[in-house]
């Protein structure tokens, strides 16, 4: 079936620095990967939807320039949380989403999740 | 622009005995819906989905939901849970716009714990 990594699992870092994680796609080609947060007790919300060799369109409320998504591939998407501060701890969650025409196109294959933690 | 509604935050049940996890969404298009489950600090799975077809739709585990369009919702559902059952269930709702646009909206959760 379709299977999404994320990369690292677990993050820690110090106030004012970036953290890269990383979504792929492994066997599968996702036009349009998704990015979602997850605050404790919380459900998932949307941050950004990106499609592949586009812009990232960003919900509203969510800083573009904090967040930064690259989807350089079919198969890879970023998200580069810039100038980290303890608020943004968090689970990061992304999914990504079949080429249109494929069978499994209108559902979305999440990632394990990675678990930020700024001190 | 859609919306779902789980009512039931936590749900504690016995061991063996059925559950109901409820869910209910509003959207003015057409919808497809998903059950995902969650464990402690780990993403989400799938554990069924609607997209078409047969209004029932089964996981492996045991696991049972319907689309009931008139009443805009998606219960879950297992005759006997086991503990490791224990986990948070998510449902949600996909709609796909035109040009390829897609958005998933989740539901609050409902965290069902199995006691032995």
């Known amino acids: 079936g379709a299977v999404v990594s994320q990369h690292p699992s677990r993050v820690i870092c110090k106030s004012g620095t970036s953290v890269k994680i990383e979504c792929r796609s492994l066997?599968?080609?996702?036009?349009?990967m998704f990015w979602y947060r997850q605050f404790p007790k919380q459900s998932l919300m949307l941050m950004a939807t990106?499609?592949?060799?586009?812009?990232?369109?960003?919900e509203q409320g969510v800083e573009k320039d904090k967040f930064l998504i690259n989807h350089a591939s079919l198969t890879l998407s970023t998200l580069t949380v810039t100038s980290a501060h303890p608020e943004d701890s968090s689970f990061y969650i992304c999914?990504?989403?079949?080429?249109?025409?494929?069978?499994?196109?209108?559902?979305?294959?999440f990632g394990p999740g990675t678990r930020l933690t700024v001190l | 622009a859609q919306s779902v509604t789980q009512l039931d935050s936590q749900v504690p049940v016995f061991e063996e005995a059925p559950v109901e996890l409820r869910c209910n969404y509003s959207?003015?298009?057409?919808?497809?819906l998903f059950w995902y489950v969650q464990y402690p600090n780990q993403g989400l799975q799938l554990l069924l989905k609607?997209?078409?077809?047969?209004?029932l739709v089964k996981s492996i585990n045991g696991f049972e939901a319907e689309f009931n369009k008139s009443q805009t919702s998606f219960h879950l559902r297992k005759p006997s849970v086991h503990i490791s059952d224990t986990a948070e269930y998510f449902c949600?709702?996909?709609?796909?716009?035109?040009?390829?646009?897609?958005?998933?909206?989740f539901g609050t959760g409902t965290k069902l714990q199995v006691i032995p």
């Open positions: 990106s499609n592949e060799g586009s812009k990232a369109t960003y």
């Open positions: 949600a709702v996909t709609v796909s716009y035109s040009g390829g646009y897609q958005k998933v909206t």
């Open positions: 999914s990504a989403r079949a080429v249109a025409g494929a069978a499994s196109s209108n559902e979305q294959f």
């Open positions: 066997d599968f080609q996702a036009t349009t």
């Open positions: 959207s003015s298009v057409s919808v497809y």
């Open positions: 609607y997209l078409s077809g047969s209004t």
